[in-house]
């Protein structure tokens, strides 16, 4: 496992987020970047906002490179290095709490593979390690400036310059059928895998703060074991330590300073590919629980523990070549979805359900095989005495009235653009209707209906240098 694609983390103002936590005191609001830019949040973050796996890992090929030969010796003695950097250019002039505003972001990904056998012996075994820096960031509370559920919740919010990612021992057995790992590492990198066209375009918000999955830049002690019953069918079990302190964490802390959480997860997964089915599928089912204590937004009573599930499916149907078997990266049509759901009414992160919808259309030009282009519809629902608490954080703040339903939506295109074997462009551009304020609580005005837009680059250092061949 080399993770080529970082996650990233945003968080919500810390004056929001007292309001959030015990009634609504505050008159006004101010962002994180004026009052705590370098204190940690003495509660849990529930609004924090991520971007997922952004880019899939692109498909092996010839080595190619000025460093090609060291990449095979490293490769033949049993590590394969990984170095990559991820651009981020965000924007937003027409939707949201405070318009024309953008973020840039620079994240560069060190790290690899050290396989066991090779090196000393050990069957089945490997260390994966990586290391996330974050070296040039710009307007990092652009998240907040938005302020809604949707289009401002990918804005990451990164006051940490370094972070550990991964750094686990895993070990496979009997075939590689039975596969466990312990270490540091981030849930999303095993469980609720992107379907979309683009990983944190159908991310959820209630996996990252209900569900207590820190995204993976900030990882926490985990475990978690997998057994495929079949080369498609496969069922997996983990735990993590939850940390209320992220994103003022930098992965290294072997304790914490303030109480975490556990998060249980246990999923079902069937999945194929194009060398096994000409029309490739995949179907993830997965249960959440958090041993977090619970505060209900707007009665600010208590409870242990809040659980969930979660559904993911991708579904090729249809190919203009009728399904040869001599084409590995056909032009195909996909559909997919998902859904997360919280069980718990009364959950401190105030949603209720989201999910997105859409179609995505690979390899468009056949001489053009790894791009990709997708349309889809968005929408998440924050639960009914969230959306009384926004009401009356609205009106604290000196509003006339908070006129936003329970239920935002949002109309996405995005598309993968291979500009050359090693860099891939990722713009995106989402239209939404009926924005909340649950990012940014405390906002007198009703937020603008609009645009919001990014361009991810992704350059893959270690196969333009020839040192993979991933």
Known sequence: MTVVCIALGGAASADAQTVKNEGVAAPALSTQAENNADEPPAANQSNVSHIGNVIPEPPESARQGPLASLGQKLNDWGFTPSLNLTQMYLGNPSAGQQTGNHEILTFVAVGGDFD????????????????????FTTNVTWGNQVGDTLGGKPGPFVPQKAHLAVFTWEQKAFGDRLDFEVGKSSPDNYFALPVCNQGFGCTSALLY??????????????????????????????VWRSNAQYPWTNGWEWTDKTPDSNAWLANVVYHTTYQTDPYPKS???????????????????????????????????????????????????????????????????????????????EAPLRSRPH???????????????????????????????????????????DANVELTRSIVLSPYVMRTWKMN?????????????????????????DKMLGLTDH
Do not use: C
Request: no cysteine; proline share 6%.
């Open 116 to 135: 066991l056998q090779k090196i000393a012996g050990f069957p089945g075994a490997t260390i994966h390690f990586q290391q996330v820096f974050a070296p």
């Open 209 to 238: 703060d209900s569900a207590g999955m820190n995204p993976p830049i900030y990882p926490n002690w985990s475990a978690r074991v997998r057994y495929s019953l079949t080369p498609a069918w496969s069922f997996q079990v983990g």
């Open 283 to 361: 179907y993830e089912l997965m249960f959440y629980y958090n041993t977090g204590k619970q505060t209900d937004p707007y009665t600010l009573g208590t409870h242990k523990g809040t659980s969930g599930i979660y559904f993911g499916g991708r579904q090729v149907i249809y190919r203009p070549d009728g399904g040869k078997s001599t084409i590995d990266d056909p032009t195909a049509v996909a559909l997919f979805a998902t859904a997360t759901g919280s069980f718990d009414s009364h959950n401190s992160d105030g949603l209720s359900m989201t999910g997105t919808a859409g179609v995505t259309l």
């Open 371 to 413: 791009d990709s282009v997708s349309l889809s519809v968005n929408w998440a629902t924050v639960t009914p005495h969230d959306h009384a608490y926004l009401e009356q954080a609205n009106l604290a703040a000196g509003g006339s009235g908070y006129a936003v339903g329970r239920t935002e939506y949002g109309l996405r295109l």
């Open 437 to 461: 304020t649950w990012l940014n609580p405390a906002y007198a005005g009703t937020p603008r209906n609009g645009v919001v837009f990014g361009v991810l680059a992704t350059v893959f250092i």
